[in-house]
């Protein structure tokens, strides 16, 4: 079957990457779409296991710094278009070992731009490389303001340090060799398949385990939270209509203090589990602060919403609601995410 296009999606066995392979196999039949990942500990593929065997799309597990791998991979492939979510995503795993973000989300993302530009260099006419980035890289805000896209960047983590890194290369391949890209710089996501090493489904996986809920510092840290299938929509609608060379934030216009929104984990959790209100809640626990702990982040997303006419779809509300009835009705997943089990997966299912 002759496709329209030949998407390569980085980081789709990934929480965020998982949802827009989903969205682009679902609503894009006339893609062929390659989901390239190297199933480090975040990447699971059973998070696709109801579109894996869909005609137009191939699962390849591949390291993207590995350069020669990647240059290889897009000769043979010919991608007309990238979007790029492959990284190292957690900041406290980059306190511990920053090289690693280095390694992945620098020089990872450098090859890939180095085989499209390799690949594009005698037309860039209908190419595109989307890179997926975050609003950490605009470092931290005081009690008031909101991150636009002019604010400069002021990373303060390992972590956002490497995608800001990541970011001034997508944008120096833009200047330098005229590569199209667009950029996005997103707050934080929640939603079903997210690892259960970051906030919202460490709570929810504790609370049902009867465990801890550790806060770090004094719980007055704030994020912009954002339901995934939003996101995932918002690249959707970047890669096809975003202008060439720009960058958009997208937000949730949803800032919540983490205490106050562990405590509403808490409530909504006791009502579904059918305990005595008050019971999770007695889990909290304040624990040493992260180094170097952003204080609050919350973006302005109104140049998304006035040119491309994006906006979340669902609330707060909704969307935490499908999230815990996500978690509480698929504890196999959780299962076997925490026990390890879920990296036998492509071995069972793609190599067996
Ligand atoms: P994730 O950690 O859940 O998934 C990352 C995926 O990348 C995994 O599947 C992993 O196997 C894969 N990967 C890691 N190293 C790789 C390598 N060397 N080669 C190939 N694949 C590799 O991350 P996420 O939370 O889904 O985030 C996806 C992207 O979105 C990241 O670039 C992140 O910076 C960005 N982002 C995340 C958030 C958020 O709230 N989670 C918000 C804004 C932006
Ligand atoms: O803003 C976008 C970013 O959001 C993404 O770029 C990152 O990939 C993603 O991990 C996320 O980063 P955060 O550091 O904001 O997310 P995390 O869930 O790790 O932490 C959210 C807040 O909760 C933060 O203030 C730290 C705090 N926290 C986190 C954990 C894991 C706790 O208080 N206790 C915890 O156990």
Known sequence: ?????????????????????????????????????????????????????????????????????????????????????????????????PMAFVHTNVNGTVHLLQAARSIWKDSYEGKRFYHVSTDEVYGTLGATGLFTETTPYAPNSPYSASKAASDHFVRAYGETYGLPYVLTNCSNNYGPNH????????????????????????????????????????????????????????????????????????????????????????????VKDRPGHDLRYAIDATKIHTELGWQPSVTFEEGLAETLDWYLTHPEWLEQVTSGRYQTYYQTHYLD
């Open 1 to 97: 079957m002759a496709f329209d296009k030949k998407l390569l999606i980085t980081g789709g066995a990934g929480f965020i990457g998982s949802h827009v392979v989903r969205r682009f196999v679902t609503q894009y039949p006339n893609y062929q779409i390659f989901n390239l990942d190297a199933l480090t500990y975040a990447g699971n593929l059973e998070n696709l296991s109801d579109i894996e065997t869909a005609s137009h799309y191939v699962f390849i597990k591949g390291d993207i710094t590995d350069a020669s791998f990647v240059m290889t991979l897009f000769e043979t492939h010919r991608f007309d278009g990238v979007i790029h979510l492959a990284a190292e995503s957690h900041v406290d795993r980059s306190i511990t070992d």
């Open 195 to 286: 690892f259960p090493e970051k906030l919202i489904p460490l709570c929810i996986h504790n609370i049902i385990q009867q465990k801890p809920l550790p806060i770090y510092g004094n719980g007055l840290y704030t994020r912009d939270w954002l339901y995934v299938l939003d996101h995932a929509r918002a690249i959707d609608l970047v890669f096809h209509q975003g202008r060439n060379h720009e960058t958009y934030n997208i937000g949730g216009f949803n800032e919540w203090k983490n205490i106050d929104l562990v405590r509403l984990l808490c409530e909504l959790m006791d009502t579904r589990l059918g305990r005595p209100a008050g019971t999770s809640a007695q889990l909290i626990t304040f």
